[in-house]
């Protein structure tokens, strides 16, 4: 079982983490021009998006980093758990947008934190975690325990 390096950490993403989130997104993707105050603000909108169930309540959006020794962001990732009608109104985790500094790829923290994220959404209850990726990253997937399932569609502007 593969376990950070020394000195690293998995915590939740804060509203400090800006530089590094954008950077190491972009390994992954086009970010665009997101200001600090808009990232501050989809922080704080994260943070007070929650699901009611019963008398708990639990976080839509649970974005994680990797830090280092230094407390540069390293690795980011999210789990949102979306309630369903399906499954007695059951939950289902979605993995969105993971990405590692490219400094850092190959050293399992992209394993790492996928497996927490994973973990994450089970302890509060989902009955399946899915994630869409790249046909490129299947592999990776795979040896994170994820399998095939279905169909990806997409219907972009």
């Known amino acids: 079982m593969p376990a950070l390096p020394p000195g ?4 939740r993403l804060e ?5 590094g989130v954008v950077e190491t997104l972009k390994v992954l993707t086009v970010v665009g021009d997101v200001t600090k105050s ?11 998006t929650t ?5 708990h309540s639990l976080p839509v959006y649970n974005p994680h980093v990797v830090v280092d020794e230094t407390g540069r962001v390293v690795a980011t990732g999210t789990v949102f758990i979306e309630r369903k009608i399906i499954r007695g109104c059951g939950l289902v985790g979605h993995v969105e947008d993971i990405a590692v500094a490219e400094d850092q790829q190959g050293t399992q923290l ?3 934190l996928i497996q927490h994220l994973t973990k994450l959404a089970h302890d509060r209850g989902c009955y399946k975690v899915i994630l869409d990726c790249d046909q490129k990253n299947v592999g990776f997937y795979e040896k994170c325990g994820y399998r095939r399932c279905g169909v990806e569609m997409d ?3």
Request: proline share 0%.
């Open 15 to 19: 509203a400090k983490d800006y530089e």
């Open 110 to 112: 992209g394993l790492l």
């Open 38 to 48: 808009q990232f501050e603000e989809l922080v704080k909108y994260w943070n007070d």
């Open 8 to 11: 690293y950490s998995i915590r």
């Open 51 to 55: 699901l009611h169930i019963g008398v």
């Open 155 to 157: 219907h972009r502007l």
